[in-house]
C-alpha cells in the first residue's frame, strides 16, 4: 500500500499518528527528517525505504528497517539514535565476535526435567556484502543471492549436510507442516510486507536442512540468510555448539558478509544487527506470564517474550517464546548468557 508513496507523504502520516510508540517515532525529528529525505545510498536506497514500514503500521516496536548495508552509514543521523534506543547501548561500539569456549560451556540443559522447556532454537543472521535489502533488491538479484547461498550450503560437511528446499514448487501441505513445526517461515508478516520483504514472493526463497533437521538455514526471508539450530528440549549447550560450528563453516565457504565497524554484522532491522543472535526457549509459563508485571520482569533482565508461531503471534496453552532482546554491543557468548539467565530466573 505505501510503496508509491513519496517521503513526505509517509512522512505525513507519521505525524498524524500521535499514539504511534515506535522508536522511528520517537527518533525522527522534523529536522532530521527534512535533512536526510533526499539523500540516496550507494545501492539507490531511500530514507522512504527505510521508513515505510513504521509509516504504514503506526503500531510498529521499531518502525524502521535499512534499505541496504550501506543505509547504516548514509542514514546513520536516523539509525544510531533508534539502535542505541532498542539495545540500551549509550555509545555505538561493538565488540569483536566471541563466541565463547564451545567446548566448556559451564552448562548444558536449562531445564532436565524435561517438563517445562518445549524447544530451543539459536539463530544468526547474515546479509551478503554486495547486495541490498529487500526494498532494493530485483527479482535477479534474489535468485542470483539464492545461487551463491546454495553453492556455499553445499559444502558443507558431516552433520551440517544437508539439502536445500526452494519454496517455488513447495507444495501447500508441505509449506503448512514445516511451518506449524516451527521450522518454515511465511508471508504473513504486514511490518516486513510493507518493508519489501515479501517482493516477488516465493521468487529466490527456501530453506535448507541438515539431515537431522537441527541445522537449518533460511535463505532471503527478512534476511539474505538465517542460520538456525534447534531441537527438542532444553539443551542449549548443544543448539550453540552446532550453531558456532555452522557459523565457522559458512564463513569460510567463500561468501563475504555485510559488516561495519562498531556495528558488527549488518541486518534488514537494526534490532538484529550487532552479534544478530536471538537464542530462545519455546517454555511453559503460565502462571508466570498472567501476573501484571510480566513485561516489567523480562525488561529489567533484558529478555523478550513473542507468541510461539513468531515475533507478533500470541501465546498457545501458556507456552512462550522466551529470549534475548539484545543484540548489539556485547558479544556472542554474552548475548547468550542474557538469555540464559534470563530463561532460570
Ligand atoms: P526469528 O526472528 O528468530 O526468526 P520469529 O519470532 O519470526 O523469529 O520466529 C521464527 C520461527 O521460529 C517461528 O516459527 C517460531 O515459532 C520458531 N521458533 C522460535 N523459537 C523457537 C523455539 N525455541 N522452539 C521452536 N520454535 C521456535
Ligand atoms: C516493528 O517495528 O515492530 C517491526 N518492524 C519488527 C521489528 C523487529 N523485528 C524484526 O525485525 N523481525
Redesign the pocket.
Known amino acids: 500500500q505505501g510503496a508509491n508513496l513519496t517521503a513526505d507523504e509517509l512522512w505525513a502520516k507519521l505525524e498524524a499518528a500521535k499514539d504511534s510508540k515506535s522508536l522511528l517515532k520517537k527518533h525522527l525529528t522534523k529536522t532530521l527528517f527534512d535533512s536526510n529525505k533526499d539523500k540516496v545510498s550507494k545501492f539507490k536506497g531511500t530514507l522512504a525505504d527505510c521508513m515505510r514500514s513504521g509509516c504504514m503500521n503506526p503500531d510498529s516496536g521499531v518502525g524502521i528497517y535499512a534499505s541496504d548495508p550501506d543505509a547504516y552509514t548514509t542514514f546513520a543521523e536516523v539509525l544510531d539514535p533508534v539502535i542505541k534506543d532498542y539495545h540500551k547501548v549509550d555509545s555505538l561500539n561493538h565488540p569483536k565476535p566471541d563466541f565463547g569456549d564451545v567446548d566448556n560451556l559451564g552448562f548444558g540443559d536449562l531445564d532436565p526435567s524435561g517438563e517445562l522447556i ?4 539459536v ?1 544468526v543472521g547474515r546479509s551478503h556484502a554486495s547486495y541490498g535489502f529487500p526494498p532494493v533488491l530485483t527479482k535477479e538479484d534474489r535468485v542470483e543471492m539464492e545461487r551463491k547461498t546454495v553453492a556455499a550450503l553445499e559444502t558443507l560437511k558431516g552433520e551440517l549436510a544437508g539439502e536445500y528446499n526452494p519454496l517455488t514448487g513447495m507444495t501447500a501441505d508441505k509449506q503448512k507442516q514445516l ?1 506449524d513445526d ?4 511465511n508471508d504473513s ?1 504486514r511490518f516486513l510486507r510493507e518493508a519489501g520483504g515479501y517482493n516477488d514472493w516465493p521468487t529466490g526463497r527456501g530453506i535448507f536442512f541438515s539431515s537431522n533437521k537441527k541445522f537449518l538455514v ?1 535463505v532471503n ?2 534476511d539474505h540468510l ?1 542460520f ?1 539450530s ?1 531441537q527438542m528440549g532444553g539443551n542449549l549447550g548443544e543448539v550453540y555448539t552446532r550453531l558456532v560450528k555452522a557459523i565457522k563453516a559458512l564463513e569460510s565457504s567463500g561468501l563475504e558478509f555485510a559488516k561495519k565497524d562498531n556495528l558488527g554484522y549488518l541486518t534488514f532491522c537494526p534490532s ?1 544487527l550487532g552479534t544478530t543472535l ?1 537464542a ?3 517454555i511453559k509459563i503460565p502462571k508466570l506470564a498472567a501476573q501484571p508485571d510480566f513485561k516489567e520482569f523480562c525488561d529489567k533482565l533484558n529478555i523478550q517474550a ?1 507468541g ?4 507478533h ?1 500470541e501465546s498457545v496453552g501458556g507456552v512462550y ?1 522466551i ?1 534475548n532482546k539484545r543484540r548489539l554491543g556485547l558479544t556472542e557468548i554474552q548475548a547468550l548468557q542474557e538469555m540464559r539467565t534470563g530463561v532460570e530466573e
Open positions: 518445549v524447544s530451543t532454537r539463530r511451518t516451527h521450522f518454515l517461515f508478516d533460511w526471508e527478512e538465517r538456525i534447534m538484529n536471538r530462545s526457549v519455546h513473542r510461539i508461531h513468531g515475533e503471534t517464546d529470549s
